[in-house]
């Protein structure tokens, strides 16, 4: 089957551990992004890439990091320079730019962080 | 900057009658359009996209949108609610060119018997 997979499904981290969250995805897609969700709000983007070995900054990236050293793997680390960690973490691909606009992004499960 | 405001946080509604939820953008440019789903605990699906093509949108399970340009609104439609569709939708906003997506804060849909 074609899809994303997120794991671990849920996750405890001790205030001052850095963590990572696995992202993968067998789409064949270029682009992969990271979204945090919160409670009563809409999801906001920490990191994207739209091509291995390169990613931006998002609208949310202080204390999280990312790597893109495949095309199929875009994990993501939450340091303990985040204040605020806990919440559900959202993976997503989308084909890539292709001149056409955004294409549709397709989202994994998602995992769900909470800090002790 | 583009931005999506969606004016209801909770919507019930009775099975078998109709759904709207409510969707207003700001884009400087012409945006795309987008409704997601997403059940408790689960990612986003996509239930329909508008990107300047017809402005009544079809989607899955039954859903539709249409994009009124002079009201700015991208209103989500359902004929009749079913109990699984009870879940949060997202109304999101994109500009052309831009791969980057802006989200509503999320509207939770409540169905009862």
């Known amino acids: 089957d074609g899809g994303i997979t997120q794991s671990p499904k849920y996750l405890f981290r001790k205030e001052g551990q850095n963590v990572t969250l696995s992202c993968e995805q067998n789409?064949?897609?270029?682009?992969m992004y990271w979204y945090r969700q919160d409670p009563g709000q809409g999801l906001r983007l920490i990191y994207y890439?739209?091509?291995?070995?390169?990613?931006q900054k998002g609208d949310i990236a202080e204390g999280y990091s990312v790597s893109r050293e495949k095309k199929e793997s875009f994990p993501l680390t939450v340091t303990s320079a985040q204040k605020n960690p806990t919440a559900f973490y959202l993976c997503?691909?989308?084909?890539?730019?292709?001149?056409?606009?955004?294409?549709?992004?397709?989202f994994g499960p998602g995992t769900r962080l909470t800090v002790l | 900057a583009q931005s999506v405001t969606q004016l209801d946080s909770h919507v019930s509604v009775s099975e078998g009658t109709p759904v709207l939820l409510r969707c207003n953008y700001s884009?400087?440019?012409?945006?795309?359009l987008f409704w997601y789903v997403q059940h408790p605990n689960k990612g986003l699906q996509l239930l329909l996209k508008y990107t300047s093509a017809a402005t009544l949108v079809k989607g899955i399970n039954g859903f539709e949108a249409e994009f009124k340009k002079s009201e700015t609104s991208f209103h989500l439609t359902k004929p009749s609610a079913h109990m699984s569709d009870a879940a949060e939708y997202f109304c999101?906003?994109?500009?052309?060119?831009?791969?980057?997506?802006?989200f509503g804060t999320g509207t939770r849909l409540l169905v009862s018997p």
């Open positions: 997503a691909s989308s084909r890539g730019d292709r001149g056409g606009g955004p294409d549709t992004q397709y």
């Open positions: 890439s739209q091509i291995v070995n390169d990613f």
């Open positions: 789409l064949n897609h270029d682009a």
């Open positions: 999101v906003v994109s500009d052309t060119g831009s791969q980057k997506l802006v």
């Open positions: 884009s400087s440019y012409s945006p795309s």
